[in-house]
Every structure is written in C-alpha cells, then in structure tokens.
C-alpha cells in the first residue's frame, strides 16, 4: 500500500478522491501497488464522504508521518499552498499539484527545493486542465526548439466567449453558470481579467525557454471589454475571438502576454468552444502540434493530477527530469511594443477613412462590419509601429486585436 496525502478537498481535491476510487484497478496495475488516501487536509469537516475519517487540520501530522511518501496539493491560491509544499518536498516527501499561481509564483524555489531532497514535483494539472501539455513539453518534444505557443489557457473565459457568440446571452448569467459547474476561480476575476490564462502562459514560457516571468508583470488583459461588436467583426471575417496567451522569443529575448485576439477560421483554435482550452506549439522540427482537451473541470483536471501520482509512484518521474528554471530578470523579458503580428482595427468613420487605415496598415482591403464601422487587417507589424501608423492618419480607433495566424 502506498500512502498519500491530500491537500485541499475542493473541486479538483474531492475529484482526484473520485479518480482513484474510480480507476483503482488501473492504478494499482500502473503503480505496482494499491495508492491509498491516508490524510485529507482541509479547513473542513466532511462527514458524509466515504474519506470523511481521512480529514486533518494540521499539516505537521502528514508531514510527520513517515508512511505518507507523496502530497497532492490542490488547495488553490498561494499561500499557505506554497509553505505546505516546501516543507512536504525539505520532509522527503514527492509534491504533485493542480496549483498554477504556486508555480507561476515560486517554481523556481520549488523545483530547486525538489532537486535537493531527491523528489519530485509535478505539476501536469496546472496548465490545461486535463490535457496533456506539460509533460509532452518536456519529453515528446525535447528534440525542438521552441518557437511559440499559443493558446486557449481559461476554460471559464471560452465558455463565456462561447455562449456570447452562439446564444448571444448576457456575461453574468454565463459567468454564474461556469462557477456553477466548477470551472470558474474562487475569485472569477482572476479568470475573466486573463489572470489565470497569465500564470499559465508564464508557466509554458519557463517549460519552453527555461526562465519564469513574474505573471504580473507581463502584458494582460481579460474579456471584460469584449462586445457584441467584437463577436459581429469576427464572425464577419470568418472567425472568432478567443482570450490567448502567447510566448514567443524576440532577438533572443522572451514576450508573453494575454489578451483577446481574433483568430481566423484557419487556425484550429479557433473551433476550441466551451470550456476546451487548445494549445498550439510551434517548433523548429516537428512544426505546429496542437493540444486540445477539457481545461478545467473536476475529473478532467484531477485525471491530470493522478497521472502525476502515477508517474511518481511508478518511479517513471525521475529527479533528473524535473525542469532548471530560472526566475526572469528584465533584460530576459521582451516589451509588448516588440511583438509584432497582424492586426485587426476596426474604425468608425467613412469608407475614406477606411482606405487611408488600409494603406497605412499594409492591408489587403476593408471590411464594414456594422454602419460606420470597418475592420482593417494590417500586415505583420510590431505593436509599436501600427499604432504609430494608425495614429498618423487621424482615424478614429474603436478597438485592435491581435490576429492568432
Ligand atoms: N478557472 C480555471 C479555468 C480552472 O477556467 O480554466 C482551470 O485552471
């Protein structure tokens, strides 16, 4: 029998619960031995949970049990989550999590803290939910260089994007139903503001580059300011309006950022609805692979969180695969003016207005996309110099969205 700990009994904690039940036999056969809950750490009583006798408020009985050899923490938030981790991996204790602000924040402290004890620390739930990303990162695509990755990163956001677009319904009402179904944060701001989508990109940009960017400090914006004209623009060009996060390298230094983009119907994100995030990875060898799956949700992110229980206690996560970050300093970061894509402006004015942005833009042509209005896609500019090109013919802006080719 093999015993573990879990940290927080919330949404994914009391799922990672169900996936071990569910799944024993499986388990079992992959691990070599029965994995058996023998704590549960939470402020909570649950008496009326086959584990309920399992329940513990102090984290010094799990950390002092010798029996108890991995802690799966999915407490959410930094802190205590961060301290309980630390001293799980200085106990000698194997620290598996669906934690994406404890990664973001302070992996690089804990990946180090993991080398030096001699045990692992997974982390394949925190990016994605259910799908497969992390661990493809760092072993299937090992032979490539990185060259960007693009993706839906929230699951509560394409849910919203989705039901705006599809049902045209109201954000609230769509926002109240994603909490309902436990997609959504304890604070849906850190969703709706591209918060959650940043720690997660920060997180794909150290796997893909080696250094942690603070998800502070990088350029995000959430969809709070999306509207009916945004979805209307999209669906005229042909396409949608996704909240991506993107990483890429710059001259050698690295951008990453969140924000509403419109991606054309070419680009297979842009079919990802629903609570489904889609990862596109754009290498040197191997071209573009994308992962696409259930970003959030009870069992699919807790079957993330066991396949990190599984790969740990089936001795196939070695010490020596876990990543060397380091933490970012600003001559690593690249500035948002740099990141250069298309660009889709949508103007309001006269169909004049609408040629002189075009030439201005290195556009193909225009679109009217309501009466007074006409979307613009410019060529591959920086930031820098489309707002520089588009403020020089004095038309009036009424939003720019980065384009997802
Ligand atoms: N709130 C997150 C989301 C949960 O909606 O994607 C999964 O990280």
């Not at 006798?53 to 108890?68: A, G, Q, S, T």
């Not at 693009?150 to 994007?161: D, K, P, R």
């Not at 970003?295 to 229980?309: N, R």
Request: charged letters at 20%.
């Amino acid at each position: 029998m093999m015993q573990i700990a879990i940290l927080g009994f919330g949404v994914v904690g009391s799922g990672t619960a169900e996936v071990l039940a569910e799944n024993k036999k499986l388990i079992t056969a992959h691990c070599g031995d029965e994995v058996s809950v023998k704590y549960i750490l939470d402020l909570r009583e649950f008496p009326d949970h086959p584990l309920g006798d399992r329940v513990v408020h102090d984290i010094n009985v799990i950390l002092n049990d010798p029996e108890v050899v991995l802690v799966a923490e999915m407490m959410g938030g930094s802190h205590p989550a961060y301290e309980f981790s630390a001293a799980a991996l200085k106990a000698g204790k194997h620290v598996v999590t669906s934690n994406k602000e404890v990664i973001a924040n302070f992996g690089v402290e804990l990946l180090a803290l993991a080398r030096e004890n001699h045990v692992c620390y997974l982390f394949e739930a925190s990016v994605g939910g259910g799908i497969p990303i992390i661990r493809p990162m760092q072993t299937d695509l090992a032979s490539n260089q990185i060259l960007a990755v693009s993706g839906i990163l929230n699951g509560t956001t394409n849910f919203i994007l989705t039901k705006m677009k599809n049902e045209g319904a109201e954000f609230a009402e769509v926002l109240k139903e994603a909490q309902a179904k436990g997609y959504a944060e304890a604070n849906p701001a850190a969703d709706v503001e591209g918060l959650d989508a940043a720690r997660k990109i920060v997180i794909l940009a150290a796997l893909a580059y080696g250094v942690l960017i603070d998800p502070k400090t990088i350029p995000t914006e959430g969809i709070t300011k999306i509207t009916g004209l945004h979805t209307a623009t999209a669906d005229k060009l042909g396409g949608a309006v996704k909240l991506i996060g993107h990483t890429e390298k710059i001259d050698g230094k690295i951008y990453a950022g969140v924000s509403p983009y419109f991606v054309p119907a070419s680009n297979p994100i842009s079919h990802v609805d629903d609570v489904f995030n889609g990862i596109l990875v754009d290498t040197n060898m191997l071209g573009r692979a994308l992962f696409y799956g259930a970003g959030a949700g009870k069992l699919p992110t807790a079957s993330a969180v066991v396949a990190d229980i599984i790969d740990v206690l089936s001795r196939r996560a070695e010490e020596r695969r876990l990543p060397e970050w380091k933490n970012a300093s600003a001559a690593d970061v690249a500035q948002k003016g740099d990141y250069a894509c298309r660009r889709c402006y949508v103007i309001d004015g006269c169909p004049k207005c609408a040629e002189k942005a075009k030439t201005a833009l290195g556009a193909d042509g225009f679109e009217t996309v309501a009466d007074g209005k006409f979307a613009i896609i410019s060529r591959v500019m920086s930031e820098q110099e489309a707002e520089a090109a588009i403020a020089a013919t004095g038309v009036s802006v009424v939003f720019c969205l980065p384009v997802l080719d």
